[in-house]
């Protein structure tokens, strides 16, 4: 694995990422997976058989079939079920507010379902422990409360000792911060105790694994704030003693559930075994999916800013040895990773309400986006005028006809389904379409909508199809009973654009061409690190512990304790291989990206970066984008219209990786794409110059224990108007779906944007919120043939996605993938059918509005302050409450600080009151603790770009190709490759060259990666706006990536 990327940005990023960081059962008869058996001889640990996990879904609340779960435990006994419940890809409203993107009916369903088969393998003498991460997507202590409520009550039906611990980290007392240093993560401002108090920012600390190993003793379900969510899944491996590095690879792979097989989805079970030699093995229990080298490699990459050095709590996981292998159609086997440990820190996030939002959608012949809104069809993804022949899609989701929340519920179900719904051609495999809102679902006058766009033609060809694939798979999980649906398509050829823009006036919409929409801003306020020591450790995290048969709650003191192997070393020395760089050749190849690669995709990598990841399906392609003079950093950005931060190389995974700065912060007020996962386009323009796999090799630096620090606040009540129609231009507060909806760029020639509102209506507030939630979730992560995107298939411009209209609530979104808009009517009936299984839409109305492409009208979302009311039929009025966040930063914990920030919990069924256990700051992994500079030693390794170009798009020769948010700050690009020799290709690409995939992307890129194991590239941005934040039209930067696919190598 190598990294390419600018040698006159390495004493900067040198000195950026000190400070950054510092601051024996078959699974089934026909895939024999037994491995050697292990004596005292070759394991001096004294750690011995198999330690199995199961991640049944990639966020609590998205729905997995009970069929693939239920596999799952007939197939194995499993010592861990670990599930990630938040995040902050959609943006800062929902730590600013304390509130949850996912509904809670759907999230009881899951954890029903989990409580209920972690029962049965105890009853059946096989322990089990559980811990779920993040409690209410944004980790808050009232969160973690109403969680924990639930849980009990699960608990004394199915658990025959039901123990519960809570982990809080909530920073409620700035005051513990006294005189400790916040290190920003990334482009976000200093800040001081004083300033952040004055912002009224909600803050939580991101934990490690100190906290969570510290209750694990104690009890058999564990229940978290904020936390990193790999930890969630190595924590108990680690303790128990297997090699934290391969524990690390595993979690990282296992957060994001069936994402990480083909077909992915965000909606299904993965599994993984653990061995002491360092080996690590996975599988998907539903027979439909595999996991595969390049489906394993590549989600090694997703969201991360660079392809082999990630760092996180406590230390630098470091891939760049390791090896993916099929041991069968259905196994991968992962070895040879490595960790270098630091000096401890923990990340800080925070985010503030900004105010009501009043967005105005309105189809119509819109030639123009406003000053304050943009155009699907124009600009609605991404600000890159259209190519030749690019198309762009506005879609908007409208449901309705059920309460607040069955309406917003079942939005948010169709939405999450679309974002991530598999097609054929897909390979923007991050996210198939951009929304521009954070909330994403916005609420107009007659339910919830959400609102999204792509240019991905794959998408756009297969439309309908897809609409109907996704209504399918959301009817399996919810009812849509009694609720009207609406899909709305804009800005294709024969289609009326979609313009979205704000509005102040008196507008209301007809809800057939036009939508006024209310929601509330926000922006993060914090994305900071602060060094860790006993005493921060302690007051960060609270442990209690809840026992049935006790009357009191007991507090547990949290130990930062030592973990990992090796000693502590440097940042210098963890990041060592960063700036190796790919070579480019002295010519293009002349092939078109996009054709070359088999997933082009863009991501966020945080709130700040972007990253675009660009994956090949064979080693010609890889080796054509590889050694392609158009990857070359200096040309990279130019092309990309961003800030690149790095182009990187990976030949394991046959992958290039695009990092920039984010020009808004995921998910604040004018980003057009909140996940950042439809910025990849511009990439795939770009002339180049087995279903179980088992992870090996993987390494882990042990640094000195830190703790992410996560600070948000309420802006204030924000109205938007959702207006259908002729849109030519978006107005200043606003955009058009079919213009600008996405991003900001044009569109290019044959490129569309389509602009999506999602409505629910008919039933209480509570349902509709929660039906369309599931709607979101489920569109914005549904596979459909020739996805590339993997990390989201939708820009959401809003966060909180879901806003309350006058009749419901309503989530907007959009994207420019072409292979997303060709299926999209496909896609939003799959999404539904889904939907339907997770939650009855019984007396919900649930619309899915599609506008931006041609034919259709535009979908204007703008910003309104009058007394304007939509129709809720062409337009709506949605209100919100705008956010922000106020820390991302990192703290050094030690064991007063370990205490203070995380609290457990425990619950037992006949006590009366809840006891409290001390969280413990313990060692865990391998070695010693060492230094951040020993422990990212690998990350100045760059690719070596050829002098010349090949010629090839990026979009043809990469298998994938997404954009995620990596943080709030930063959004990350992978291009995974299906073969080395794309691979190569893209990774001697001198277009993929530090200095030119910043101009590119338009991005401030902070570095740009190869990783061999997975073939894939990473380029790591800054964001233009902290993810969700009032202006960021891609809360999740998923769909940041189009620009790549055009990349010519």
Known sequence: MEMRCCIRRFA????????????????????????????????????????????????????????????????ARFDLIAVDAGSIDPGPYYL?????????????????????????????????????????????????????????????HHLPEPTLATITSEILDLGILEGRSLTPLGPMPNVSKETLAASNSVVVAQMGLEPIMSALPHSDIVLCGRAY??????????????????????????????????????????????????????????????ATPMSISAHTLYEKSHPH??????????????????????????????????????????????????????????????????????????????????????????????????????????????????????????????????????????????????????????????????????????SSEGLTIRFISAGLQGLPRLAVMKVSDGFKGNNTSSWRCETMAAEYTLQHLVDLDDELFRHLFTIKLW?????????????????????????????????????????????????????VRSKNAGINEITFDIIFGDNDGYLLAKQSPSLDIDKVGPMLGRNVLGVYCDDASRALKITC??????????????????????????????????????????????????????????????????????????????????????????????????????????????????????LLHWGFEGRTATAGNLAFP?????????????????????????????????VQDYVSTLSSSEGLTIRFISAGLQGLPRLAVMKVSDSFKGNNTSSWRCETMAAEYTLQHLVDLDDELFRHLFTIKLWRAEAEEVEQIQPTLMSWGDGPVVSLEEAYKDWTRSCTSSSSSCGQKLGKLARVVRSKNAGINEITFDIIFGDNDGYLLAKQSPSLDIDKVGPMLGRNVLGVYCDDASRALKITCERDILAGSPGDKDVYGAQQHRKLLDLVL
């Open 547 to 599: 026992r049935a048969e006790a009357e009191e709650v007991e507090q547990i003191q949290p130990t930062l304790m030592s973990w990992g192997d090796g000693p502590v070393v440097s940042l210098e020395e963890a990041y060592k291989d960063w700036t190796r760089s790919c070579t480019s050749s002295s010519s293009s190849c002349g092939q078109k990206l996009g054709k070359l690669a088999r997933v």
């Open 96 to 156: 600013a507010s304390r509130s949850s993107f996912t509904s809670l009916e759907h999230v009881l369903r899951d954890l029903q379902i989990i409580v209920e088969g972690m029962g049965k393998q105890i009853r059946a003498g096989h322990p089990c422990k559980l811990v779920v991460g993040s409690a209410g997507g944004c980790g808050t202590n009232n969160q973690v409360l109403i969680l924990a409520n639930a849980l009990r009550q699960m608990m004394v």
């Open 309 to 478: 050095c990630f760092g996180l709590p406590g230390g630098v996981l470091k891939t760049k040895q390791s090896t993916f292998t099929a041991i069968s159609p259905s196994v991968v086997e992962v070895l040879g990773t490595e960790l270098a440990r630091v000096a401890p820190a923990v990340k800080l996030e925070g985010a503030r309400m900004l105010g009501p939002q009043s967005v105005k959608l309105e189809l119509g012949s819109h030639q123009e986006s406003s000053q304050d809104g943009f155009v699907y069809g124009i600009n609605g993804v991404e600000d890159r005028p259209l190519g030749d022949g690019e198309e762009e899609l506005g879609i908007v989701i409208i449901v309705s006809g059920g309460s607040m929340d069955r309406n917003k519920s079942h939005l948010a179900l169709l939405r999450a389904s679309l974002l991530h719904w598999g097609f054929e051609g897909r390979t923007a495999t991050a996210g198939n379409l951009a929304f521009p809102f954070s909330p994403s679902d916005l609420q107009c006058e007659d339910g919830f909508l959400t609102v999204c766009g792509t240019r991905d033609p794959a998408f756009i060809s297969q439309w309908p199809a897809i609409q109907q694939n996704v209504q399918d798979y959301v009817s399996t999980l919810s």
């Open 229 to 290: 969510d790999p930890a969630l899944f190595a924590a108990e491996p680690v303790r128990r003693g297997f090699p934290a590095a391969i524990a690390l690879h595993a979690a990282k792979i296992l957060e994001c559930g069936a994402i990480a097989t083909t077909p992915g989805s965000g909606s299904d079970c993965l599994a993984a075994e653990l061995y002491p030699d360092g080996a690590a093995r996975f599988w998907a229990p539903n027979e439909k999916r595999r």
């Open 661 to 778: 700065e984010r020009d808004i912060l995921a998910g604040s007020p004018g980003d057009k794409d909140v996940y950042g996962a439809q910025q990849h386009r511009q990439s795939t323009f770009t002339a180049i110059s087995p279903s179980v796999v088992e992870v090996l090799g993987t390494e882990l630096a042990r640094v000195a224990p830190a703790v992410k620090l996560e600070g948000a606040r309420m802006l204030g009540p924000q109205s938007v108007k959702l207006e259908l129609g002729s849109h030519q231009e978006s107005s200043q507060d606003g955009f058009v779906y079919g213009i600008n909806g996405v991003e900001d760029r044009p569109l290019g020639d044959g490129e569309e944007e389509l602009g999506i509102v999602i409505i629910v209506s008919g039933g209480s507030m509570d349902r509709n919120k929660s039906h369309l939630a599931l709607l979101r979730a489920s």
């Open 798 to 830: 809003f966060s909180p996605s879901d806003l309350q209209c006058e009749d419901g609530f309503l989530t907007v979104c959009g994207t420019r993938d072409p292979a997303f808009i060709s299926q999209w009517p496909a896609i939003q009936q799959n």
């Open 12 to 75: 900067w990023q040198a000195a950026y990422w000190e400070k950054t960081l510092r601051s024996a059962h078959q699974l089934r008869p026909v895939v024999p997976l037994a491995r050697r058996y292990y004596t005292s001889q070759d394991n001096a640990s004294g750690v011995f058989g198999v330690f199995r996990i199961l991640a049944p879904t990639a966020i609590l609340g998205y729905g997995f079939p009970k069929a693939s779960f239920d596999a799952a435990l007939d197939q």
